[in-house]
């Protein structure tokens, strides 16, 4: 029976909405939420309208995967690059996500869900610090979906942290002096202890990770649609979770070994 049935009959939220059945499900999915500024374009209107329903779409989404018991969810609202992009639209993305923030911690409390944010905090205005500590805080105890939200984000960055980390508990003695090893760095990144990607979905048509989790997507599979991201419904990531259900992973080795994996 595919795990994600198994997961399913278990459900205690008999309320919720149901959900198509996969063969199989991703353990993390993340997701470069993109497209909002050429959303708000196509309708003339500014680009904090589609930041807005985007926003509202992450919502969606959330509560999508917390349907389908996914384990972790990982969405990209704001890279390091990002902070290059004129003043007040950066201002108005940190203003929105408190917004998102505030409205969505009764609603992570009722689903089970923790959330964290993954990225170099140090640089988020105080304002956004609080109600991050606010969230990460409540729902730390929390053991459904993790939710991270990438924001202040950059994968090169955070492989740079990861091994400073490890340079920092050597010199203080708290590890022995070793060769570095990539269980060292994994422990350390800021989704330590999650699975790595399983499923990377980008919105927009865009070819490209964008500084994304470079080190968790070494053999996640990769689905792009031409949807924007305010325009990515529950259908489009059914569609999405259907193609994955649909590719066989290899991790470097053979089908037919992967197929009989005593063969
Ligand atoms: C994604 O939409 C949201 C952020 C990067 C903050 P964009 O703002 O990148 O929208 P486009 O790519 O310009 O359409
Ligand atoms: C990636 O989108 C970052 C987020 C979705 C938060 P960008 O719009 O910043 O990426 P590029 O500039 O098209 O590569
Ligand atoms: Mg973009």
């Known amino acids: ?37 050429r959303w708000a374009a196509q309708r003339r209107r500014p680009r904090v309208f589609g930041h807005r329903r985007g926003m509202e779409r992450a919502k969606d989404i959330v509560r999508a995967c917390g349907d389908l018991l996914l384990e972790s969810l990982t969405l990209y609202a704001f890279s390091l690059d990002n902070w290059n992009r004129p003043k007040s639209e950066v201002n108005t993305l940190m203003r929105l996500l408190v917004k998102f923030l505030k409205s969505e911690l009764e609603e992570m409390m009722e689903s089970n869900i923790r959330f964290r944010v993954l990225g170099r905090r140090e640089m988020l205005p105080e304002f956004v610090m609080d109600a991050v500590r606010e969230d990460e805080v409540t729902t730390a105890a929390n053991t459904g979906l993790n939710l991270n939200l990438a924001v202040s984000y950059g994968g ?33 990144l800021y989704t330590a202890g999650q699975p790595e990607v399983d499923l990377l979905v980008r919105t927009s048509g865009e070819l490209r990770v964008s500084d994304f989790l470079l080190w968790q997507i070494a053999y996640a599979e990769i689905y792009v649609t031409e949807a924007y991201w305010p325009d990515f419904s529950r259908e489009e990531l059914y569609r999405a979770l259907e193609a994955y259900a649909g590719r066989e992973r290899r991790f470097g080795r053979l089908g037919k070994q992967m197929r009989e994996p005593n063969g």
């Open 156 to 188: 090169r960055a955070e492989i740079v942290d990861a091994v400073n980390a490890v340079r920092r508990e050597m010199a203080a003695g708290i590890i022995e002096e070793r060769p570095i090893t990539e269980e060292l760095i994994a422990k350390r």
């Open 1 to 37: 029976m595919p795990l994600n049935e198994n997961r399913q009959r278990f459900d205690p939220h008999a309320e919720k909405p149901a959900v198509p059945s996969f063969a199989k499900l991703p353990r993390h999915l993340a997701i470069i939420m993109d497209g909002n500024g």
